[in-house]
Nanobody, 123 residues
Framework: QVQLVESGGGLVQAGGSLRLSCVAS????????MGWFRQAPGKEREFVGT????????YYAESVKGRFTISRDNAKNTVYLQMNSLKPEDTAVYYC????????????????WGQGTQVTVSS
């Protein structure tokens, strides 16, 4: 069982930056691929990015590539989402997710999800 708790959301102006954190419970965090998804009001949840359990591989949605960076610190059971050059269209609730398979993470088929953190980007 894995519990995920996100933090770091808030209100930021367009062009600004935020760093989200997701802390995972459990002693096997390092064996999980981790991912970030987001959901804007009235829209489907969408994939943002993922990182392998070693941290050696990352994949991003085209909409955030070059602006967002995922990293992890296995000693702290934490995964981060650094968001730069934020745009109003990045406004959404951001969710952290985990699975042993990175393919499952990318597909959004994970059993473990955080409660979400709101990111609002003003124009």
């Amino acid at each position: 069982q894995v519990q995920l708790v996100e933090s770091g959301g808030g209100l930021v102006q367009a062009g600004g930056s935020l760093r989200l954190s997701c802390v995972a419970s459990g002693r096997t965090f390092s064996s999980y691929a981790m991912g970030w998804f987001r959901q804007a009001p009235g829209k489907e949840r969408e994939f943002v990015g993922t990182i392998s359990w070693t941290g050696g591989n990352t994949y991003y949605a085209e909409s955030v590539k070059g602006r967002f960076t995922i990293s992890r610190d296995n000693a702290k059971n934490t995964v981060y989402l650094q968001m730069n050059s934020l745009k109003p269209e990045d406004t959404a609730v951001y969710y952290c997710t985990a699975d042993h398979s990175i393919t499952t993470v990318v597909g959004g088929w994970c059993d473990y999800w955080g409660q979400g953190t709101q990111v609002t980007v003003s124009s």
